[in-house]
């Protein structure tokens, strides 16, 4: 089946700095999702893209639009409200429109 | 967009019991799915409503543990039956308005199974 790799599976920042979030799939993919799981457990759609970058304020999401096997989740300035869970979810490119999760990127963000 | 509405938020239930989550959506959908995510983990697939028939599972849940009923495209109800203490996760409902489209989630269900 699908494998979604995500990279760190933990980071702790300062406030202020600049991250980076990967997500890796092992086949090629039709899209990706980008989410942000708070601490209360509710899960926000951050980006989703069927190819090139999207920006939204600090945040600033690229796929892989050749080898459809790669994402990134950039964060500038990180603040403390950055804090949570990152998701990447993928839809594969062969017909099946179920979307794998990978596990996970838990983001710490200290004053 | 979707939004999705969910009820109960959370709930306590004693082992052995059942307990009914109801997913709404604030527009007709055409997939709607449920999701399981147990404390510090990903979350994982449980099936897909489908409206007017029978939900097509994962590998791992079946229809006796976890029915799930969709009468229309914009309701859909996921019941826990037999609760167990290894039930105790969040459940979210999810849909799209498309086949590949932008995936949205509903606040989710806490449940505690003591």
């Known amino acids: 089946g699908d494998q979604v790799e995500q990279s760190p599976s933990a980071l702790s920042l300062h406030e202020g700095t600049d991250s980076a979030l990967r997500c890796n799939f092992t086949?090629?993919?039709?899209?990706v999702q980008w989410f942000r799981q708070n601490s209360r457990g509710s899960l926000i759609s951050l980006f989703y893209?069927?190819?090139?970058t999207k920006e939204n304020g600090r945040l600033k999401s690229a796929f892989d639009s050749k080898e459809r096997r790669y994402s990134t989740l950039h964060i500038r300035d990180a603040q403390l409200e950055d804090s949570g869970t990152y998701f990447c979810?993928?839809?594969?490119?062969?017909?099946?429109?179920?979307?794998?999760f990978g596990a996970g990127t838990k983001l710490t963000i200290k004053p | 967009s979707v939004l999705l509405y969910q009820k109960p938020n959370r709930d306590i239930c004693q082992s052995g019991t059942s307990l009914k989550i109801q997913c709404v959506a604030d527009?007709?959908?055409?997939?709607m799915f449920w999701y399981q995510q147990f404390q510090e983990q990903s979350l994982m697939l449980m099936a897909t409503a489908n409206e007017g028939s029978e939900a097509t599972y994962e590998s791992g849940f079946t229809k006796d543990k976890f029915p799930i009923s969709r009468p229309n495209l914009t309701f859909s109800t996921l019941t826990v039956n037999n609760a167990r203490p290894g039930d105790s996760s969040i459940y979210f409902c999810?849909?799209?308005?498309?086949?590949?489209?932008?995936?949205?989630f509903g606040p989710g269900t806490r449940l505690t199974v003591l």
């Open positions: 527009s007709q959908v055409v997939s």
């Open positions: 086949t090629t993919m039709r899209s």
């Open positions: 893209l069927a190819s090139g």
């Open positions: 979810a993928d839809m594969a490119n062969y017909g099946n429109e179920k979307i794998t």
């Open positions: 999810s849909s799209r308005t498309g086949l590949y489209a932008e995936q949205f």
